[in-house]
């Protein structure tokens, strides 16, 4: 089945540093991938939805400038978490929809980036 | 807007159990996708299932079955004779509004099954 393939699984880094977190979609094409936040024993957030070759749309509240959203192909999207504050620590995870898939065809997720800012 | 409820937040039963996870949608859309996903201590979501909201046939899969009723707005989720490895928090999905495919997710029930 498809595969949504997150890199790194867990990253700590200081605070100021930028992060970037790759979400891959290894066995299909996705010109729309979702990248959602989960604070602990919460719900799924939606920060952002990557669209290939254009400008990513931002949910409300989600500052632009500090998540960096590149989708450059059909198989690939990064999250750049810029100059990272320990409150930006938190689960992401990313998610695709097949190119051409129904619109039946369920998200596949990838296995989520635990980041930790120190 | 949509909205999805999940009004229990953790469930413990033990082994063997039945056990049922509650789900309430809101939207204004006349079509829309409801989801369950599961995620295990390990982090990942893993799909299990989707309903159009012209479908309302329950639908049962080994243990697992599924309840929706578009008179109360509800998609409820059974498991049967439950497991340890059933295990997880459970979401409750909802996608309406058309094709950016966006998810609205409850806020999710954590399940423990004891041995």
């Known amino acids: 089945g498809a595969v949504v393939s997150q890199h790194p699984s867990r990253v700590i880094c200081k605070s100021g540093t930028s992060v970037k977190i790759e979400c891959r979609s290894l066995?299909?094409?996705?010109?729309?991938m979702f990248w959602y936040r989960q604070f602990p024993k919460k719900s799924l957030m939606l920060m952002a939805t990557s669209n290939e070759g254009s400008k990513a749309t931002y949910e409300q509240g989600v500052e632009k400038d500090k998540f960096l959203i590149n989708h450059a192909s059909l198989t690939l999207s990064t999250l750049t978490v810029t100059s990272a504050h320990p409150e930006d620590s938190s689960f992401y995870i990313c998610?695709?929809?097949?190119?051409?898939?129904?619109?039946?065809?369920?998200?596949?997720f990838g296995n989520g980036t635990r980041l930790t800012v120190t | 807007a949509q909205k999805v409820t999940q009004a229990q937040t953790e469930i413990s039963v033990v082994e063997k159990e039945d056990v049922t996870l509650d789900c309430v949608y809101e939207t204004r859309d006349t079509t829309y996708y409801l989801f369950w996903y599961k995620q295990p201590p390990s982090g990942e979501l893993v799909f299990l299932i989707r309903r159009n909201s012209f479908d309302e046939q329950n639908e049962i899969s080994g243990r697992y079955s599924w309840n929706f009723q578009k008179s109360t707005s509800s998609f409820n989720f059974t498991i049967t004779a439950s497991q340890v490895v059933d295990s997880a928090v459970y979401f409750c999905?909802?996608?309406?509004?058309?094709?950016?495919?966006?998810?609205?997710f409850g806020k999710g029930t954590l399940l423990t099954v004891n041995p």
């Open positions: 999905a909802l996608n309406s509004g058309g094709s950016n495919y966006k998810l609205t």
């Open positions: 998610s695709a929809r097949e190119f051409g898939g129904a619109l039946l065809s369920p998200l596949h």
């Open positions: 066995d299909f094409q996705a010109t729309t």
